[in-house]
């Protein structure tokens, strides 16, 4: 058994979001941008946010919303930590971090060993960075993994997470390889792009739990 946490992301119905819970997941995300398959709108995020007991947390994915939608969403969903996926910068995060009582977190796609070092500029900005693939026609959810070995090598000063095409059947080597204290999949449990399959958020968790 590890003490990896587990996100399941891009969930947009009420069966996924209980399966999710249901597994254990500790963090839940709902993508809040129109062009991906995955978006719900505020309304829906904060009927799905509603079904979700205090033991698992809501994370609220944006991507380069400006101040006031941004304060909108937050207001709409009342999400336990706001992650951001787009050009936020670490000034904006940090004042947007010390303005609201929910976690900030990052997302920053990974190319090589420099992207770490890069990712320090978020030091003290926000309370996590989420690493992910850099290439990929969305700004996530393209299932697209990133040199593990790259995150095995590395000396962490920031809290972080692992994402990019994680799947049940590789989360557990991921965990592994890296020591990931926390570990993020979308596309890799669903059937088609947006429809997210109950089997497999199930399974993923189980196997991350096992690692
Ligand atoms: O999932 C999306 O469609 C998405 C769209 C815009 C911004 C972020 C998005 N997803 C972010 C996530 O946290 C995903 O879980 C992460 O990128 C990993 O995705 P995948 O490689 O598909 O597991």
Redesign the pocket.
Known sequence: MTNTLVKV??LSTPETVDAAVDAGADYI?L?H?AP???HVTLDQAARLRARVPMTTKVVL?L?NEQPVPTAQAVDAVKPDVV?F?GGETPEWLALLKGAMPQEVWK?YGVRDAGSLESALKFRGAVDRV?Y??AKGA???????AIDWSLLAAHRHELAWGL????TPDNVADAIRQTGAPLV?????LESAPGVKDVDRIRAFVQAARQA
């Open positions: 992301c891009g995300g993508v941008f991906s398959p995955r994915l991507v992650q996926h997302a989420l992910d693939s969305l700004p996530g959810g393209n299932g697209l994402a990019g095409g994680l993020d999949a979308s596309s890799g």
